[in-house]
């Protein structure tokens, strides 16, 4: 029994433009409307590969009674197209009147404007490549969806094909066509702009959003399982990330999953030396550096061995045989690293739901725009990249701090701007000993970097994101063992913070510098 619904508003196929730069499948999908005995309209280098084929195809300027002019980047732009392609039935006076020939159907698509940029050529050469005609082809097709059908991908060639034969597309496919070619024009669009403001020196935030995105298939769900969710790639990007990386193994991303590899990644390519960061729930729950990778996992799963349980491993390093069966020797959600020999992928097979992701070298990674959104809005701010040099840092207290203490200090405060505020970040030399996040109070933080770091704590330097508003937090890290501390500064009370630093005889030193990470 035939759906009503499914024959609603079909339309008829009997006269097609094409014009394409992408020619997959286009030979199949000619001869298929040939064979139904359905004119074909096409332009130039698409016209000439028809019509090699013995397919019959009526050429552009035979239409217009105008050539092809200034390289092809003149030849669709013409009344007698773009009349037969937004005619409305109520427009058929002056179609007569004029002569205009109707298309049902406007099989188009662009210049490869994102290819012509991955070849890095000169500003002229991508300039070139920004389509015109194909835009405009697109979007009166779309606009007039109502009447024409307007195709953009070459995966919907077969499914168009046999529709044709049943008598020409519906009214919800035709809309659903003219959607995918409004976002395939709104991408372009998007990438043109983004590409030409890095050409052309633009700085600073851009004075208007807008991104595009390649939808990845739907991740495994959302932050809760019953919340369904996707995940968009930078098309431009070709740098180290999640969104570039190989994924060689494991179940299927969630959410959660992806944050989480970003913000592990974004922590280990802060280090130079070989570096492990285990990160759970968006925040690190251990950090170290050491002469191996090997050497380093111990000190990072040490810091808090029962939150690295399921955790997300980062490495900035390749991952060897040895590393490997450490990694699976207890239950972790994934890993990430620049790449993973032989033995490695052997191993790490044996947990088959373990996320494995390959980036390549991390050699030019760079961090992106923050953008967040809120109820009807974005949020837009610069990637948190500042650093600082240890050595320009401002010694606030009596005591100053040894060299052990300033490499604790240094290797904490690349660490502590990627814990959610309020951040505070206990380590000795190049290892994080205990980590306090996301309280609402500072010491409260402190408070449970020291219970993460017990018993351990003794010794260790601290770390805090922002200032301290009180001297309580000194006066609870002194009780832990602390030796020394690095803060932004700038409290009214800093005064008040740095007496009761050298009332324990704790160092500390201002960065004059906060990261908070809300």
């Not at 092809?68 to 732009?77: D, W, Y």
């Not at 043109?192 to 995105?213: A, D, K, M, N």
């Not at 040490?302 to 045989?321: C, H, K, Q, W, Y």
């Not at 260790?460 to 602390?482: L, N």
């Given at each position: 029994?035939?759906?009503?619904?499914?024959?609603?508003?079909?339309?008829?196929?009997?006269?097609?433009?094409?014009?394409?730069?992408?020619?997959?499948?286009?030979?199949?999908?000619?001869?298929?409307?040939?064979?139904?005995?359905?004119?074909?309209?096409?332009?130039?280098?698409?016209?000439?590969?028809?019509?090699?084929?013995?397919?019959?195809?009526?050429?552009?300027?035979?239409?217009?009674?105008?050539?092809?002019?200034?390289?092809?980047?003149?030849?669709?732009?013409?009344?007698?197209?773009?009349?037969?392609?937004?005619?409305?039935?109520?427009?058929?006076?002056?179609?007569?009147?004029?002569?205009?020939?109707?298309?049902?159907?406007?099989?188009?698509?662009?210049?490869?404007?994102?290819?012509?940029?991955?070849?890095?050529?000169?500003?002229?050469?991508?300039?070139?490549?920004?389509?015109?005609?194909?835009?405009?082809?697109?979007?009166?097709?779309?606009?007039?969806?109502?009447?024409?059908?307007?195709?953009?991908?070459?995966?919907?060639?077969?499914?168009?094909?046999?529709?044709?034969?049943?008598?020409?597309?519906?009214?919800?496919?035709?809309?659903?066509?003219?959607?995918?070619?409004?976002?395939?024009?709104?991408?372009?669009?998007?990438?043109?702009?983004?590409?030409?403001?890095?050409?052309?020196?633009?700085?600073?935030?851009?004075?208007?959003?807008?991104?595009?995105?390649?939808?990845?298939?739907?991740?495994?769900?959302?932050?809760?399982?019953?919340?369904?969710?996707?995940?968009?790639?930078?098309?431009?990007?070709?740098?180290?990330?999640?969104?570039?990386?190989?994924?060689?193994?494991?179940?299927?991303?969630?959410?959660?999953?992806?944050?989480?590899?970003?913000?592990?990644?974004?922590?280990?390519?802060?280090?130079?030396?070989?570096?492990?960061?285990?990160?759970?729930?968006?925040?690190?729950?251990?950090?170290?550096?050491?002469?191996?990778?090997?050497?380093?996992?111990?000190?990072?799963?040490?810091?808090?061995?029962?939150?690295?349980?399921?955790?997300?491993?980062?490495?900035?390093?390749?991952?060897?045989?040895?590393?490997?069966?450490?990694?699976?020797?207890?239950?972790?959600?994934?890993?990430?690293?620049?790449?993973?020999?032989?033995?490695?992928?052997?191993?790490?097979?044996?947990?088959?739901?373990?996320?494995?992701?390959?980036?390549?070298?991390?050699?030019?990674?760079?961090?992106?725009?923050?953008?967040?959104?809120?109820?009807?809005?974005?949020?837009?701010?610069?990637?948190?990249?500042?650093?600082?040099d240890i050595s320009d840092c401002k010694v606030v207290?009596?005591?100053?701090?040894?060299?052990?203490?300033?490499?604790?200090?240094?290797?904490?405060?690349?660490?502590?701007?990627?814990?959610?505020?309020?951040?505070?970040?206990?380590?000795?030399?190049?290892?994080?000993?205990?980590?306090?996040?996301?309280?609402?109070?500072?010491?409260?933080?402190?408070?449970?970097?020291?219970?993460?770091?017990?018993?351990?704590?003794?010794?260790?330097?601290?770390?805090?994101?922002?200032?301290?508003?009180?001297?309580?937090?000194?006066?609870?890290?002194?009780?832990?063992?602390?030796?020394?501390?690095?803060?932004?500064?700038?409290?009214?009370?800093?005064?008040?913070?740095?007496?009761?630093?050298?009332?324990?005889?704790?160092?500390?030193?201002?960065?004059g510098m906060r990261h908070f990470k809300h």
């Amino acid at each position: 029994m035939t759906n009503i619904s499914d024959n609603m508003d079909r339309r008829q196929v009997s006269r097609v433009l094409i014009s394409v730069s992408d020619k997959t499948k286009i030979i199949d999908l000619a001869k298929k409307l040939n064979n139904l005995g359905i004119e074909i309209v096409s332009t130039g280098g698409t016209s000439q590969v028809i019509s090699d084929e013995g397919i019959n195809v009526v050429s552009v300027d035979n239409v217009t009674n105008f050539p092809e002019m200034m390289g092809g980047r003149v030849k669709t732009l013409h009344p007698l197209i773009f009349g037969g392609i937004l005619a409305r039935d109520e427009d058929s006076k002056e179609v007569e009147e004029h002569n205009i020939g109707i298309f049902d159907m406007v099989i188009c698509n662009l210049y490869p404007f994102r290819e012509a940029i991955s070849k890095n050529l000169d500003l002229a050469s991508i300039i070139e490549q920004i389509d015109i005609g194909g835009p405009s082809l697109l979007r009166a097709a779309a606009k007039n969806h109502s009447r024409v059908a307007v195709v953009t991908d070459a995966d919907d060639y077969d499914w168009i094909a046999d529709e044709i034969k049943l008598g020409g597309l519906n009214l919800l496919q035709r809309q659903d066509l003219a959607l995918k070619a409004f976002r395939h024009t709104a991408e372009y669009d998007s990438t043109i702009q983004s590409e030409l403001g890095s050409r052309f020196g633009e700085e600073g935030l851009p004075s208007s959003l807008h991104v595009t995105g390649l939808g990845s298939p739907p991740l495994r769900y959302g932050e809760n399982p019953h919340q369904s969710a996707i995940f968009y790639s930078d098309l431009l990007s070709a740098t180290p990330s999640v969104s570039n990386a190989e994924q060689i193994q494991g179940k299927q991303l969630s959410y959660n999953n992806i944050l989480d590899f970003d913000a592990a990644l974004a922590m280990v390519t802060e280090f130079e030396e070989p570096t492990i960061v285990v990160v759970k729930h968006n925040n690190p729950c251990g950090a170290a550096s050491a002469d191996n990778l090997v050497e380093a996992y111990d000190s990072a799963i040490n810091t808090d061995p029962m939150s690295s349980f399921g955790g997300i491993i980062a490495l900035n390093r390749e991952v060897d045989g040895d590393l490997s069966k450490k990694i699976v020797s207890s239950f972790k959600e994934g890993v990430i690293a620049p790449s993973f020999n032989s033995e490695a992928r052997e191993i790490l097979s044996q947990k088959e739901n373990l996320r494995v992701l390959e980036t390549g070298p991390l050699d030019n990674y760079e961090r992106s725009f923050s953008l967040r959104s809120i109820d009807q809005g974005w949020l837009m701010q610069e990637s948190d990249e500042a650093t600082i040099d240890i050595s320009d840092c401002k010694v606030v207290t009596e005591r100053h701090p040894t060299q052990e203490e300033l490499d604790g200090l240094q290797f904490g405060w690349r660490i502590v701007k990627h814990v959610k505020s309020n951040a505070i970040v206990f380590t000795r030399q190049k290892c994080t000993v205990g980590i306090g996040a996301g309280q609402m109070s500072r010491i409260d933080s402190v408070k449970i970097a020291t219970f993460k770091s017990i018993p351990n704590a003794q010794g260790t330097v601290m770390s805090s994101d922002a200032f301290f508003p009180f001297r309580d937090g000194i006066d609870e890290a002194a009780k832990a063992g602390v030796t020394a501390v690095i803060q932004p500064g700038g409290s009214l009370r800093d005064q008040e913070v740095i007496d009761a630093a050298n009332e324990n005889g704790i160092a500390m030193v201002f960065t004059g510098m906060r990261h908070f990470k809300h």
